[in-house]
């Protein structure tokens, strides 16, 4: 990493920080691996610039922390926010080590970028021209989320980045925005902001059977480590010990990923051509494993019995996602259907994350686990009963719509004011 400028102490809202921390974390392993399926240097240097910003960030709520710790209770509770902070520090290095990847052509077999565009939700990065149709207004105006189902997920203004931008946030000339969604909506709005048509990347094709494999493993590892950081915080926001031994879990299902891909990957290099085209997976695979450890350190002071300290619940549910546990009502829209059948994300943008199943279901269904019963990932066929209880991510605006179709009652319902 270059030098950069010298950083020194100065008053800061942890809570502000924290949160803006999260944000950037979750949006470089958007961004880092968007790089490496568009083959993007432009991305991969914007995962670069905001990796550097991480390191700022990371400094100053260190130093805030230091500052506020008074005695030995302090730091006891302060501890495990120390963890949060150096977590979200090690996943935008993975991150840049993502990037570098493509920036540094370590080398990446076809199969990479045949294999990521059905784990990668299109993320593109457009540079608004002054006669866009969108430069000028807010967010708000131009409501381009419910017309196309892509949302602006940060924007890079000369040095500065808005990482959490809203419905008030004005786009102006010459920024770049960070846009993700379905791809014919990512087409449309890119179209807007820049005057130019929107190519995707072609997606080769590879017939290594043990590459495959190997490929395969790195896609569910990502898919695992970001789901295991998303869970990770729903176990601080929500101070559930439950939630959190779940992370371990997933962060030991990387592991197991990782033994079977380095198999995988050994025995693919004796059939291809050039062996050292494989470097680059063997750099995704450390990468991504790394995030998923992460994922268990800002979980780590929930597991200690430390318990939840409230800057980091704010900072949580301050941030650009937030993270709502709702149970569902006996006889409303969800009770007895499918995630499938409520098609939950695209009514409401939300993304279950996980399910635990209501006690009375837990011990006719499987009576050995009664304790600890999540279905982790769950998919369209997965079943909701009343009394059952789950954590979904995405837009405040979708938590409250999902809120209304659960049945529970809105002041009970437990998600960010």
Do not use: C
């Not at 279901?361 to 009963?385: F, N, S």
């Amino acid at each position: 990493m270059e030098p950069s400028a010298d950083v020194e102490y100065e008053p800061v809202s942890v809570k502000a920080v924290l949160a803006e921390m999260k944000d950037t974390a979750e949006l470089l392993i958007d961004l880092s691996f968007s790089a490496v399926l568009n083959g993007s240097d432009d991305i991969a240097r914007e995962v670069l610039d905001l990796e550097a910003r991480m390191d700022v960030l990371q400094l100053r709520a260190r130093m805030s922390l230091l500052m506020a710790a008074r005695s030995p209770e302090d730091a006891e509770q302060l501890a495990p926010v120390l963890g949060v902070v150096g977590a979200a520090e090690k996943i935008s290095d993975a991150a840049g080590d993502i990037a570098k990847v493509v920036l540094e052509d370590i080398g990446l077999p076809d199969a990479m970028r045949a294999a990521l565009p059905e784990a990668v939700e299109t993320l593109v990065r457009a540079e608004v021209v002054p006669d866009s149709a969108l430069a000028d207004h807010t967010l708000g105006d131009i409501n381009i989320e419910t017309e196309t189902g892509v949302r602006v997920i940060a924007i890079h203004r000369g040095n500065d980045w808005i990482t959490n931008p809203d419905r008030d946030t004005r786009i102006e000339p010459s920024d770049t925005v960070l846009l993700r969604g379905p791809e014919e909506g990512v087409a449309d709005v890119y179209e807007r902001a820049t005057g130019d048509s929107y190519e995707p990347p072609d997606a080769p094709e590879s017939n290594v059977g043990d590459l495959e494999r190997a490929v395969d493993s790195i896609v569910l590892m990502k898919d695992v480590s970001e789901l295991a950081v998303d869970l990770a915080y729903g176990s601080v926001l929500f101070d559930s010990e439950d939630v959190a031994e779940e992370v371990v879990e997933l962060e030991a299902e990387v592991d197991a990923l990782k033994s079977r891909f380095e198999a995988w990957t050994l025995q693919a290099a004796s059939r291809v051509d050039d062996p050292v085209s494989l470097r680059g997976l063997v750099h995704l695979a450390n990468s991504t494993e790394v995030i998923s450890d992460a994922a268990v350190e800002i979980s780590e002071g929930v597991l200690r019995g430390l318990g939840t300290h409230p800057v980091v619940e704010q900072a949580v549910e301050e941030s650009d996602e937030v993270i709502v546990r709702l149970t569902v009502a006996p006889g409303s829209e969800f009770d007895g259907v499918t995630l499938g059948d409520r098609a939950v994300k695209t009514e409401t943008g939300m993304r279950v994350l996980a399910v635990r199943r209501s006690k009375d279901e837990t011990r006719e269904r499987r009576p050995a686990r009664a304790d600890r019963e999540w279905v982790i990932q769950p998919g369209p066929e997965t079943e909701l009963h009343a009394g059952d209880v789950f954590l979904a991510k995405g837009t405040r605006s979708g938590a409250e719509r999902l809120v209304e179709l659960t049945g529970e009652d809105p002041e009970e319902a437990e998600f960010p004011d």
